[in-house]
């Protein structure tokens, strides 16, 4: 009878013990479920309609695909343009991916990102921005590859000069969504016109031969803004260009009085020059620094991107520029990424304020001098 009696209890408690370790499989299951879910989401974005029920356009989230937004009605003229890699393996790849998950392989911050594509999507319904081609139609006929190049132009206040915006990506891709709409959002809330510039990129190319190659579209692009500045509705006086990365390398060339610089195209010099994580002194550019606008400097002094080597040289060049007697504006930081753009996200954050200071203070004392 006892040895019974301890029998059923055994089989009590091992009944138990079976139902709490089913409700630990089952959340273990809802777990591991809701991760594989996530994940899914993460790295495979939602694509889904473009309009809402009221006739307006959807923004994007997070879980955007970066093909969705290519594909985007806002971005009818060059939706192409919004992947930042042209060519290779991730010109197939990346098309399917979520912001989350493009962003976390490229220290892009997501939500900044998402707000830039959001500012542009608002901008272009509600007219607000518009793309030009700066090569005519019979230059592109002559060569093709012309038609990868254009101006998204973000109109601004009449009375502030404009904002040449140039993103980077090692002149093998171009971070327009990431270095471009997140620039643009900034400045226009400043009031200033902007013009987001795509140059041709390549990775079949020699570095050497590309950047010739960019640094043409640079100009062209400059001289295009100024053949039809009335048209716009810009004005030109006071300009500023604003580069990041190989964009700042750009930039940075556009400064040099040789045939790389604004006065072999003809051009007044900019305001000011913002060059972020980029700009480096180089010996073989030495004597051609007498023309170097004011510029702004925003870098991080630990830029495993860059290297430590291409960082001192940014110091350098810093350096070299301050016993020429250019003016200059140095915002350094310790542990920001390369690619942190307006630096949401990071020690960086802010950064752009200080530019707008140095630009206006430039125009400032322009003005008392004039």
């Not at 809701?34 to 997070?62: E, N, S």
């Not at 070299?320 to 960086?348: C, D, F, Q, S, W």
């Not at 954050?349 to 125009?363: I, P, R, S, T, V």
Request: with cysteine; hydrophobic share 40%; charged share 20%.
């Amino acid at each position: 009878m006892e040895r019974g009696t301890w029998s059923g209890k055994g089989a009590g408690h091992t009944e138990k013990r079976m139902k709490v370790w089913k409700i630990i499989g089952i959340v273990i299951a809802a777990v591991l479920a809701c991760a594989i879910l996530f994940v899914v989401i993460a790295v495979i974005g939602f694509g889904g309609g473009y309009y809402r029920k009221d006739g307006t356009y959807r923004r994007a989230t997070w879980k955007s695909s970066v093909a969705w937004t290519m594909q985007h009605p806002a971005f009818a003229e060059y939706g192409r343009f919004l992947l930042p890699w042209q060519e290779g393996a991730a010109s197939v790849t990346v098309p399917p991916m979520s912001y989350f998950w493009m962003c976390l392989t490229t220290n892009w911050n997501t939500s900044d990102v998402v707000s830039g594509i959001n500012f542009m999507i608002e901008r272009e319904e509600a007219d607000g921005a518009h793309f030009y081609h700066y090569y005519t139609q019979e230059e592109i006929a002559e060569d093709a590859a012309k038609a990868e190049t254009g101006l998204i132009y973000i109109p601004g206040d009449a009375d502030k000069p404009f904002a040449f915006v140039v993103p980077g990506g090692g002149m093998t891709s171009e971070a327009i969504t990431a270095e471009g709409f997140t620039a643009a959002r900034e400045l226009h809330a400043q009031g200033y016109p902007v013009f987001i510039v795509k140059y041709r990129v390549s990775t079949q190319r020699p570095m050497e031969e590309q950047e010739v190659i960019a640094n043409r579209d640079f100009g062209k692009a400059l001289q295009s803004i100024f053949a039809n500045a009335a048209e716009l509705g810009v004005r030109t006086e006071g300009y500023s260009v604003w580069g990041y990365s190989a964009g700042g390398r750009l930039c940075y060339l556009w400064g040099l009085d040789n045939e790389y610089g604004y006065t072999a195209y003809g051009l007044p010099a900019p305001a000011m020059s913002v060059l972020v994580y980029s700009g480096w002194h180089e010996a073989r550019f030495a004597e051609d620094y007498q023309t170097v606008p004011p510029t702004f400097f925003s870098y991080s002094r630990h830029d495993a991107v860059i290297g430590r080597d291409n960082v001192l040289a940014i110091e350098e060049f810093i350096a070299k520029l301050g016993r020429e007697g250019i003016r200059t504006e140095v915002r350094a930081y310790n542990r920001a990424p390369h690619g942190y753009g307006t630096g949401a996200g990071t020690e960086a954050d802010g950064w752009m304020k200080y530019a707008y200071a140095f630009w206006e203070q430039l125009l400032a004392d322009r003005s008392e001098t004039v």
